[in-house]
């Protein structure tokens, strides 16, 4: 699969990912690599990555505790003293081998120590291969608020290796698909297609469509990287996707959702909304629940959490003063960004997917 250029990183997949990281070791003077992972990556990942591996410099490795609850300026403490103990310089290299917890950290970690140390991300689950390794977003939360504190900056290299997605569990799969479906209903309807048969996508048909992502991620990127405008569409889905993640979460009779399990719900909710308001046809918006509903399940939610769930709104961080901006669709690939909903119509789309 070809090479992706975005900015001045280069993202490789598969066989080409190790001859361009053992080229840049041979052609960059770095004094020592160190690689962060967590316990899952450096069971999974860590054996096949090393032993691609032909370089002579030495090799340390960092091992942080897998989960969002520790993306956090604590644990970036903690991976600097290690570093500094280590005798890490200025031409040191990090490569953080994970998901997005572990790029999104490393990248911050290696940004910020001695006012920045080149990095190479290594994504190992599909959410990071195809969402968080394009786009140069790296940071922890503070508290409950996600990703407040980071610094937009990129790797010297992004590696996809699909073959990490083996050991991948199946609902983390489901859970990075849902960014895929994403790419498909704000960007194309050819990709869309492709997304038909869900449950009859192989592994290997995975890798073409991953590849096809990371583009259609790339280019949007590309086109406004300040998210003036096309890259707002990458929050399809996420507006009311976010909040019901949230509530979720902090409701303790609930079984937490992953990000892209929210996700889907989201979608169905704003293609439901897209047909009130902008003319989304109704066949669609059927047809994409009974897609998402077959695959993802349906999740019970109450019309008594209607209104806690909508309260939740208002902490969206792509708030615009005070107004809460929908992303609606006008057809696949024909997307509408900074759209006001009134709360009957969202009371009305949760009626919808509970229906
Ligand atoms: P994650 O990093 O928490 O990984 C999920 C789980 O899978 C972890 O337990 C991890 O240890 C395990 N794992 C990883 N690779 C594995 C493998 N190959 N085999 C077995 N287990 C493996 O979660 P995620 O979904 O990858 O990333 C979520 C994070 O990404 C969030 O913090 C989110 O904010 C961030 N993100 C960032 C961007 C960006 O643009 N920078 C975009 C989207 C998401
Ligand atoms: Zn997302």
Known sequence: MESIVANNCTIHFNNTCYSSINKHLKENNFSKIFILVDENTHQYCLPRFI??????????????????????????????????????????????????????????????????????????????????????????????????????????????????????????????????????LISNEGYWNKFQELSNLTLKDLDTLIHESVMIKKHVVDVDPFENGLRKTLNFGHTLGHAIESYFLSNPNKTPLLHGEAIVIGMIL????????????????????????????????????????????????????????????????????????DDAVIIDAFKFYAS
């Open 51 to 184: 032993e691609k591996l032909e370089t002579n410099i030495a090799i340390e490795i960092i091992e942080i505790e897998s989960g969002e609850i520790n993306k956090t300026i604590e644990t970036c403490v903690g991976v600097w003293n290690t570093l500094s103990e280590l005798n890490a310089d200025r031409k040191s290299l990090l490569i953080n081998i994970g998901g997005g917890v572990i790029t999104d950290l490393g990248g911050f970690v290696a940004c910020t120590f001695k006012r920045g140390i080149a990095y190479v991300n290594v994504p190992t689950t599909l959410l990071s291969m195809v969402d968080a390794s394009v786009g140069g977003k790296t940071g922890v939360d503070l508290g409950h608020l996600k990703n407040q504190i980071g610094v937009i900056s990129n790797p010297d290299l992004v590696l996809i290796d699909t073959q990490f997605l083996h050991t991948l569990p199946q609902n983390q799969m489901r859970s990075g698909l849902a960014e895929m479906l994403k790419h498909g």
């Open 270 to 341: 704003a293609c439901y909304i897209s047909t009130e308001l902008v003319g989304f046809p109704m066949e669609l918006t059927s047809s994409i629940k009974s897609l998402f509903v077959d695959y993802y399940g349906k999740v019970s939610i109450e019309e008594s959490e209607y209104s806690a769930i909508m309260e939740l709104l208002k902490y969206d961080k792509k708030n615009n003063h005070g107004n809460i901006n929908f992303v609606l669709l006008e057809g696949i690939g024909k997307h509408k960004i900074d759209c006001l909903v």
